[in-house]
Every structure is written in structure tokens, then in C-alpha cells.
């Protein structure tokens, strides 16, 4: 079963108050479900209007490649001319930086993936992690490894 509304607006609400409370830079929170759509986004006051764009395209990057940011990373260092095509036929919609983070539940099934921009690429990740934390779930960003 992927994310449900209840889980993402948890997400949003913890990684947007770690942000806060962390001196952040206004953050955006986006929560996709296994197939890529959205079901939470929220913008801090003063988030950029491209954050939207990037928090989900570091969720969605994640979710099309099934691979974590970290690992997309390497991929896009190790083959630039294919993370160009990726990027290409994506719309733009990959980001191979920190702050995309999978979701998983405790048994390790996929739920979905939170993207968070805003602020330094591991702060938004840090967010991320926070706010899946908050909603009880397990987070996989790579640098678990």
C-alpha cells in the first residue's frame, strides 16, 4: 500500500517544524507515491517558487531510477551523458543531490519518496529524515551504506 494522505501531511508538518527549529532557510516538502504522484506539498513563506519543482523532482528521481540519491549521484558522475538523457526524458524532473529520501515501512516495502529543497542539499535532507521519523516510518537515503 503506498503513503497515505494522513503519513505525507505528517511528513510535511515534522520536517517543516525541524526546519524551523533548526534555523533552515524556508523549505519545501514534497511526498510522492511510488508511481510519482504527488500527494503532499507545502511551501515555508519565503521558499522560492522553483522549490516546488526541485523538492519533487529529488523525490521523483529517485522513484523513476529506483535507485537512492546517493547512488543516482555516483550514476550521474560515472555517466554524464546518460543522466543528461535521464534529465532529458524526465522533463527535468531528476535531481541528483541530497534531499530525496525514500520512504519505506518497517517490513522495508516502498511507500513512496519526500523531496525537500530550500536549504543546504544535507539540510533538506535532514528534514526529510526528521519528518519520516515523526510519521513512524523508515528512511533510505544511501548513506546508510
Not at 5 to 19: E, N, S
Not at 78 to 86: E, G, R
Not at 131 to 141: D, H, K, N, R, S
Amino acid at each position: 500500500m503506498p503513503i497515505t494522505l494522513d503519513q505525507a501531511q505528517t511528513i510535511v508538518r515534522a520536517a517543516l517544524q525541524y526546519g524551523t527549529d533548526h534555523g533552515f532557510q524556508p523549505l519545501t516538502v514534497a511526498v510522492l507515491d511510488p508511481g510519482g504522484a504527488l500527494v503532499a506539498l507545502a511551501r515555508q513563506d519565503g521558499s522560492g517558487y522553483l522549490r516546488p519543482d526541485l523538492a519533487t523532482a529529488k523525490a521523483y528521481g529517485i522513484l523513476g531510477m529506483g535507485m537512492n540519491n546517493r547512488a543516482l549521484a555516483a550514476r550521474a558522475e560515472a555517466a554524464p551523458d546518460l543522466y543528461t538523457t535521464i534529465v532529458a526524458l524526465s522533463g527535468g524532473k531528476v535531481v541528483s543531490v541530497p534531499g530525496g529520501v525514500f520512504i519505506r515501512d518497517a517490513d522495508g516495502n516502498l511507500l513512496g519518496a519526500v523531496g525537500i529543497s530550500g536549504d543546504t542539499s544535507l539540510n533538506d535532507e535532514a528534514a526529510a529524515l526528521a519528518g519520516i521519523e515523526a510519521a513512524g516510518l523508515v528512511a533510505e537515503t544511501g548513506a546508510e551504506d
